[in-house]
């Protein structure tokens, strides 16, 4: 048995930053991000200790290390200075004083930026494997956060039924890839509009059975968009928030719906959201409704089994495309995440430590 | 019996404004508003013909001589250029080819900007007396469009519920003046926090019944709203949009409501809305619902009934503190409009024509 680490690497944040993060691994004093030992306690009981194989990369951690919003207006704690930057992922149990979770096991858990944690093991949830012999890491997406987001989203917080026009921006993303499968193959809508941030992503959200997906770099684009929604659309699934949110004000049918799901366009900025056509929401009796996946989690387990069956039916198309696995070094951990916001990824982006 | 007019003088919309409207009695070619002379045409069958007596004067007219909104996205048409300018008003029949409106009856109706007009009888309603003896004029602000918008925005859109609390902006104005009295004495709000422009503004609606009201145009207007909030609110009803919305967005509780009833703080101008804290829609899970209120008229009778026995047990006080009535020669109609854009009017802004 290969001795128990006492200790453990961490990237921690060590300064909030103002726009984009940035990273050290020796001691420049204004990265966001910076690379440390810590030691690990010891086991209590009902305890775990994990070793992390994967971790999920979310627009939505930007949030979490944010100064300019009180914490009070989050719907989680930020991370404290000097604490390790907060995740989740997947990791394998590699001693335990819980007998639910014997040593081998594979769990999703609440793991931080960190090589090793030691967690309750009530944190944790053992994960099996995925039909179809999909890759575990797909708990981290489609069968994950991003899955359910897209689906409370779309079904519960939009409304969506059957023969509406839907628009899903950052559509190649973790979250916006599955609104247009469960949009156009579960809900039943009509018309599935994409906005992505490059051709070759606009033609695997096509793929993923978007009837057509807008590249919002083309110099064309704001044509495009006025073309594609001729005669107006009744939701818009908004991913990224600013011009693209003020543009789709313009395009929502009366009564129309934006559901408020991120806004990565701001994330990194200190620019604030410009609305031209606010105005529409009141003559359009539009609504804007911004909702947290976390508050519809009691069904979870039901909804991701509707979406083992979509899968087995043919009805999402889930696959290693559906993601973006990127082999990491533990030094690299945040690199791997910032590409998030270079739109450098299509689908969900996972860290695979190596 | 007097003669019958054969024409009318009328202010037309000669040029769509850019910023604040202007008008002109002669013949400065920009001028938004001029004033010239029209025939009328001959009463058809079930037609009659109305002189005015009293002019509405509504912040939303603006919206219908905007042109840089397209036509499709407004609740109705834009006026037409050099067609005379639309409102409503209350007139009486002086002549009549319908037996239900005989001469002498007053009607509600929507009267443009002319001294007389002919109209289909079915388009006029006729008023009868208020109870404790309130001026007729009370049918265009507490009894009609504005206190309809108050009430259903605050309890259908905002779905208002005893022992909320509430913010209203715009609160001196006609539709925010009965937003706090329907708030805090029909629907038993526990607290109604009011917004408006002068310390004078603020203690007339204290006086109706808001537990505060807090001066914008005050150097700590922030702070005061700050305090005003502190554990925050669960409503706020937006009459201005723009600066005192983004404000809101940081005060309202998780899952609050913003109800978007107006924006007259962009009405006159192209500047955008600009929201700084946007994302805490998202944070907060707070959704903003645009409407407008010829989507509710169904029940505007038994709505004006629950306003009439209210005003008889003593929970809304109307009086003519809630309208100010501004005695207008014909030719300073529009001059009496543009008030509104001033922050002049305190209740309902009504044009009396001498």
Same mark, same amino acid.
């Given at each position: 048995?290969?001795?128990?680490?006492?200790?453990?690497?961490?990237?921690?944040?060590?300064?909030?930053?103002?726009?984009?993060?940035?990273?050290?691994?020796?001691?420049?004093?204004?990265?966001?991000?910076?690379?440390?030992?810590?030691?690990?306690?010891?086991?209590?009981?009902?305890?775990?200790?994990?070793?992390?194989?994967?971790?999920?990369?979310?627009?939505?951690?930007?949030?979490?290390?944010?100064?300019?919003?009180?914490?009070?207006?989050? &719907?989680?704690?930020?991370?404290?200075?000097?604490?390790?930057?907060?995740?989740?992922?997947?990791?394998?149990?590699?001693?335990?004083?819980?007998?639910?979770?014997?040593?081998?096991?594979?769990?999703?858990?609440?793991?931080?930026?960190?090589?090793?944690?030691?967690?309750?093991?009530?944190?944790?949830?053992?994960?099996?494997?995925?039909?179809?012999?999909?890759?575990?890491?797909?708990?981290?997406?489609?069968?994950?956060?991003?899955?359910?987001?897209? &689906?409370?989203?779309?079904?519960?917080?939009?409304?969506?039924?059957?023969?509406?026009?839907?628009?899903?921006?950052?559509?190649?993303?973790?979250?916006?890839?599955?609104?247009?499968?469960?949009?156009?193959?579960?809900?039943?809508?009509?018309?599935?509009?994409?906005?992505?941030?490059?051709?070759?992503?606009?033609?695997?959200?096509?793929?993923?059975?978007?009837?057509?997906?807008?590249? &919002?770099?083309?110099?064309?684009?704001?044509?495009?968009?006025?073309?594609?929604?001729?005669?107006?659309?009744?939701?818009?699934?908004?991913?990224?928030?600013?011009?693209?949110?003020?543009?789709?004000?313009?395009?929502?049918?009366?009564?129309?719906?934006?559901?408020?799901?991120?806004?990565?366009?701001?994330?990194?900025?200190?620019?604030?959201?410009?609305?031209?056509?606010?105005?529409?929401?009141?003559?359009?009796?539009?609504?804007?409704?911004?909702?947290?996946?976390?508050?519809?989690?009691?069904?979870?387990?039901?909804?991701?089994?509707?979406?083992?069956?979509?899968?087995?039916?043919?009805?999402?198309?889930?696959?290693?495309?559906?993601?973006?696995?990127?082999?990491?070094?533990?030094?690299?951990?945040?690199?791997?995440?910032?590409?998030?916001?270079?739109?450098?990824?299509?689908?969900?982006?996972?860290?695979?430590?190596?």
């Amino acid at each position: 048995m290969a001795s128990i680490p006492t200790s453990t690497r961490a990237w921690i944040v060590a300064n909030y930053p103002k726009g984009l993060a940035t990273f050290t691994t020796s001691d420049d004093k204004n990265a966001t991000f910076k690379l440390v030992e810590r030691p690990l306690p010891a086991l209590g009981p009902e305890q775990v200790l994990v070793k992390t194989l994967f971790l999920s990369n979310d627009p939505a951690q930007r949030v979490s290390i944010e100064s300019s919003i009180s914490p009070e207006r989050l &719907y989680r704690p930020p991370v404290e200075l000097n604490a390790a930057m907060g995740s989740s992922g997947l990791g394998e149990v590699i001693a335990s004083t819980a007998s639910s979770l014997p040593q081998g096991t594979i769990v999703f858990a609440p793991l931080d930026w960190t090589e090793y944690a030691v967690l309750d093991a009530a944190s944790c949830q053992p994960r099996n494997p995925l039909p179809n012999g999909l890759s575990l890491t797909h708990y981290l997406g489609a069968f994950g956060g991003p899955g359910l987001t897209a &689906y409370y989203g779309l079904v519960v917080v939009g409304e969506a039924q059957r023969g509406m026009r839907v628009v899903v921006s950052g559509a190649a993303g973790a979250t916006g890839s599955m609104v247009v499968q469960i949009a156009k193959n579960i809900v039943g809508c009509s018309q599935v509009i994409g906005i992505a941030g490059t051709d070759d992503k606009c033609r695997w959200v096509e793929s993923l059975g978007a009837d057509i997906c807008l590249n &919002y770099r083309s110099a064309t684009f704001e044509e495009d968009l006025v073309k594609a929604t001729d005669g107006f659309v009744d939701l818009y699934f908004d991913n990224v928030g600013g011009h693209i949110l003020d543009l789709m004000l313009a395009r929502l049918k009366r009564n129309g719906v934006s559901v408020a799901c991120g806004s990565i366009s701001a994330y990194n900025s200190q620019e604030p959201t410009v609305l031209k056509n606010y105005f529409q929401v009141i003559t359009m009796r539009l609504s804007i409704r911004g909702f947290i996946v976390l508050d519809y989690l009691a069904k979870a387990k039901e909804t991701l089994e509707i979406f083992v069956r979509a899968v087995q039916d043919g009805k999402l198309k889930i696959s290693n495309d559906n993601e973006q696995v990127v082999a990491t070094k533990f030094e690299d951990v945040p690199r791997t995440w910032l590409r998030l916001f270079e739109g450098a990824n299509t689908g969900k982006l996972v860290t695979k430590l190596i």
